[in-house]
């Protein structure tokens, strides 16, 4: 497949260099067709690797998948089961593939709750790719915004206590090292396929100034057209930040 890419031609200082991706619409994709919801899921596992692919076609350093949120624990017994042990497979089939493409993969979670296998998973794989360059995969499972800054917090008012830390020690600039993954930069193109148009609590402080695009395909179908569609779509925004021109 990647062979075949033929990315957009955009000025590098036009293109994102951090993507966030909501890997939604699994479960429609499933029940459109008349099949269990974990089919939609299991058609993801390729398209993510697609994902990845296009990033490296665009030069784009940094992509963040997100594959289960805090908020999943809500699903069927059945479901959330499903996703635990099939987040820890893919990573067994896929880490070797990553690892040779120099994809440098870290999780980007909460740890309660989360199965101990799928983080051992997520532990080998960050150790087997850990001095790889080419590119950063931020595999977000068990990921929650609200959660990521919640802690955040909590580990500053211990630091506090200890009198280590003063309230105006805390700043817009340093606050990102208190969160889950404290090297991961801004986003700058938030992607939705699915149809929906909502967060639904994904790096909710790194995307304070990201470009939203939402696109009406579900994630089982999404090729790596549909990002080089969206990366052109943010290529024509104009990126403000609150001043002008
Ligand atoms: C996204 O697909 C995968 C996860 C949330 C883990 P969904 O399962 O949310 O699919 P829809 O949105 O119900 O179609
Ligand atoms: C967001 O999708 C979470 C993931 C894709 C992992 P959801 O399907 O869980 O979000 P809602 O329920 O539509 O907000
Ligand atoms: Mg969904």
Redesign the pocket.
């Known amino acids: 497949m990647t062979e075949e890419l033929t990315p957009p031609n955009i000025p590098v200082e036009f293109r994102p260099r951090h993507i966030a991706l909501v890997?939604?619409?699994?479960?429609?994709?499933a029940?459109q067709r008349g099949l269990k919801?974990t089919e939609?899921?299991k058609r993801?596992e390729a398209v993510l690797l697609d994902m990845v692919a296009a990033c490296q076609a665009l030069d784009i350093p940094y992509l963040s998948a997100?594959?289960?949120?805090t908020e999943?624990w809500r699903r069927s017994a059945d479901e959330v089961r499903f996703?635990m042990g099939f987040n820890r497979d893919v990573l067994t089939r896929q880490k070797m593939w990553l690892h040779e493409r120099g994809v440098k993969v870290r999780w980007v979670g909460r740890r309660p709750r989360l199965w101990r296998s799928v983080l051992r998973e997520l532990e080998s794989a960050e150790e087997l790719t850990k001095n790889n360059t080419s590119m950063t995969l931020f595999m977000c499972v068990n990921y929650g915004g609200r959660a990521e800054i919640i802690d955040g917090v909590r580990e500053i008012v211990r630091k506090a206590q200890r009198g280590e830390i003063r309230p105006d020690d805390i700043t817009e600039k340093n606050f990102h090292t208190f969160l889950d993954e404290p090297t991961m930069p801004d986003v700058d193109l938030f992607l939705r396929p699915?149809g929906?148009k909502r967060t639904s609590n994904f790096l909710l402080w790194q995307s304070a100034y990201a470009e939203m695009v939402y696109q009406n395909k579900?994630?089982p179908d999404y090729t790596p057209q549909d990002l080089f569609d969206a990366v052109e779509e943010y290529a024509k925004r104009d990126r403000r930040f609150g001043g002008t021109k």
């Open positions: 890997m939604d619409g699994n479960g429609r994709w029940e919801r939609g899921h993801g997100y594959a289960f949120s999943n996703l699915s929906e579900l994630f």
